[in-house]
């Protein structure tokens, strides 16, 4: 290390904890994002030090990360709707499955692997199950990492984080060979200790290890064929509590009812796409994800597996006075949860219950079109859905029609307005599938199971200027209104009596199931965004504000703790959030950026009472030259030490919960070879 990265080591530190120039704030280069669509700068994220997807919608007013414990509690909730009802995907497989209590597997991914992540909010026919909108993640290629006709090297990264006492690092290794054929292989792993809140206080059971591995073949345009076969597999361990795994309320003690809970997602991916004219785009996606739960300590696992196949060609029509893209597919997915576990419950019952199988099939068929005529594109389409549905309960199954149509207009060069309409169905996901097996003996559904089902509504406007006040500016202004509406939603009934003589309603803490059942409360949450964004030479700001009511809270079902339940498997509380994000070239290949986010408090009868808060993240990365093999990368987060937590966080039956994390210092050093 030369004496110039020696004084920086020095520097940077004193500077993150002295006074913030926001006039001083800007950006490397000019994004547009597309509409009805929000991409995540993968190369920022990368400077905020992102140890887990969650950390990668920080930065957008619309999206909030909620959890108040450990990892496996986190949730992510898109324009006010929770994850559950989301089509989160990762190179095709299915990320995000509910397991136990509050959510119970993180979508743990290393984000240095991911190339794309796409939040879609407009309805698409060949998107199954997205209630909601749709995650997607697509990780890296081999080519990707090419560059001044390296085809070969590799990227090593090595980070600590303060308030954690945590430890991360990661391996990637890429070949490309022939200009072809491309393998990448990738390792990283966290080791995270107790995280303290903006009061010094220790939260118990949020430590944990979580262990990330990729390998991944492609072949990349070789006569007309892209093959793309990857293996996944995300590890996430540590000492939890069962049925509440990094639950939001937590252990008050660091020994109470703590078990080892390990949760492992392994996907299998196979992409395919032949392209051999306007009316030949064959899109193959096959798919395999595992995800397998060990209790440890209790000796006992819990499976869920998931199988699909998708089949879809575009075809390419273009006429005198129009342009059309046609998408036609297929889709079939199987899904089966099993159990070794033995029947325990503290639940003061004398009713016999089993773990009992679980499978479910769905086959779909759909198209998609794109018609262009000057200035207006319509985007419509419609999916047919036939769902089968087994478990300890009985047999069910439903098919549905799912229409959406999407017009986008062209006012002038600079502006447009959009508008869409959308409905969608699934019959799994929401309720955890560890509940789903734990049936009472010889009980049967109340009624027959209908598909759950979604209609989604969105109107907005864009503008572009460019040369608004210099000749090298831009200003991109968004806005937007937005409804969803979810309908037949499947939840579970239990009714046991605990023995502290409280009610398990719905499965929460071990208690069997005696009823899956569609709810007869509509759930909607509708709200407004407005983000306005500049950029001229290196520097960039963005402001945003995103408002969402809801009637979730509404709800008649509630949980142990008298809250919700659909809080934890549709949607927020009410919400009020700005984010203001700048960021400059501070000087030749040192990069800064300055993140506020603000939250409004929420003082309601109907709804819970949380204080409003405001947080501050910086985040630098700095490289000696352009030929450099080092990066250094240096972070704060939550800069004033806020007492505070994320509203969507749940509380017990005496008002409390977990507050997030305090501040927190983050370094991190990459080197490519």
């Known amino acids: 290390m030369n004496r110039k990265q020696i004084a920086l080591s020095m ?63 986190k949730r ?33 991914i290393n984000p240095d692997i991911l190339k794309i992540v796409d939040v ?30 390296k085809n070969q090297g590799g990227v090593v990264k090595a980070g600590y984080d303060t308030n954690t006492h945590s430890n991360n690092g990661s391996l990637i290794a890429y070949g490309v060979y022939d200009t072809y054929y491309g393998i990448l292989a990738s390792i990283s792993g966290v080791n ?120 879809q060609n575009n075809f390419y029509l273009d006429t005198g006075s129009s342009k059309n893209k046609i998408s036609v597919g297929v889709q079939f997915e199987d899904q089966e949860s099993t159990s070794d576990a033995a029947v325990t419950s503290t639940h003061s019952s004398n009713d016999l219950s089993h773990y009992a199988a679980t499978s479910s099939n769905n086959k779909a068929v759909f ?59 699934r019959m799994t996901g929401t309720i955890p599938f560890t509940w789903t097996m734990n049936v009472v003996d010889y009980s049967t559904y109340s009624k027959d199971l209908k598909a759950e089902k979604s209609a989604k509504y969105e109107l907005g406007y864009e503008l572009k200027e460019e040369e608004l006040f210099s000749d090298t500016d831009v200003f991109i202004f968004n806005a937007n209104i937005f409804k ?45 965004e407005i983000k306005g964004s500049y950029f001229k030479d290196n520097y960039f700001a963005t402001l945003a504000y995103t408002q969402i009511d809801t009637n979730v809270y509404d709800e008649k079902d509630t949980g142990e703790a008298g809250e919700p339940l659909a809080i934890r498997r549709v949607g927020g509380w009410d919400s009020k959030k700005i984010v203001l994000n700048m960021g400059t070239e501070l000087f030749d290949r040192f990069s800064i950026d300055y993140t506020l986010t603000a939250v409004a408090g929420i003082d309601n009868d109907d709804q819970i009472t949380r ?30 030490d806020k007492y ?13 919960y977990r507050r997030d994390m305090g501040r927190n210092y983050k370094f991190n050093i990459k080197y490519e070879f």
């Open 11 to 73: 520097i940077v530190p004193c500077y993150l904890l002295g006074e913030v120039q926001l006039g001083e704030i800007s950006i490397n280069e000019t994004v547009e994002k597309k509409t009805n669509s929000i991409e995540i700068d993968l190369e920022t994220i990368e400077q905020h030090q992102s140890n887990s997807v969650f950390d990668l919608f920080k930065n957008e007013a619309s999206i909030d990360i909620a959890g108040g414990g450990s990892s496996n509690a």
């Open 76 to 108: 992510i909730y898109v324009r006010g709707v929770e994850s559950s009802t989301l089509n989160i995907t990762l190179d095709g497989a299915t990320q995000g499955k509910n397991i136990f209590q509050h959510r119970g597997n993180e979508i743990g």
């Open 120 to 149: 879609r909010t407009a309805p698409d026919a060949s998107k199954s199950g997205a209630l909601g909108g749709a995650v997607e993640m697509i990780t890296k290629d081999a080519q990707d990492f090419v560059k001044d006709g």
């Open 192 to 311: 995270n200790d107790n995280y303290k809140d903006g009061d010094n206080n220790e939260m118990y059971a949020t430590a944990y290890q979580d262990r990330n591995y990729l390998l991944k073949f492609t072949i990349d345009n070789l006569n007309n064929h892209d093959l793309k076969v990857s293996f996944n597999r995300n590890s996430n361990s540590g000492d939890m509590q069962w049925g509440r795994n990094g639950s939001d309320k937590g252990p008050t003690a660091a020994d109470a009812d703590i078990e080892k809970i390990v949760s492992t997602t392994t996907n299998y991916t196979l992409q395919h796409n032949y392209s051999a004219s306007n009316l030949l785009n064959l899109d193959t996606n096959i798919n395999f994800t595992n995800v397998l739960v060990n209790r440890e300590d209790e000796g006992a696992e819990y499976e869920n597996d998931t199988a699909s196949i998708k089949l």
């Open 367 to 425: 198209i998609q079109n794109k018609t262009t005529f000057n200035n207006l594109d319509i985007n419509y389409g419609v999916r047919f859905d036939k769902y089968e549905f087994e478990t300890g309960l009985g047999e069910a199954s439903d098919s549905t029609t799912s229409p959406n149509l999407g017009l986008d207009y062209k006012l002038n060069e600079k502006s447009k307005v959009y508008a869409n309409y959308g409905e969608a169905s």
């Open 484 to 528: 969803t509406e979810i309908d037949d939603l499947i939840a579970s009934y239990s009714g046991q009596k605990k023995s502290n003589g409280g009610i398990s309603y719905a499965g929460e803490g071990g208690a069997p199931l005696t009823d899956i059942y569609n709810s007869d409360y509509k759930y909607t949450l509708k709200g407004f």
């Open 611 to 640: 204080a409003g808060y405001v947080t501050h993240d910086i985040s630098t990365k700095y490289q000696t030259n352009k030929k450099s093999p080092w990066t250094y990368y240096l972070a704060v987060t939550n800069l004033t």
């Open 644 to 656: 505070y937590a994320n509203h969507t966080t749940l509380e017990d039956t005496n008002g409390e």
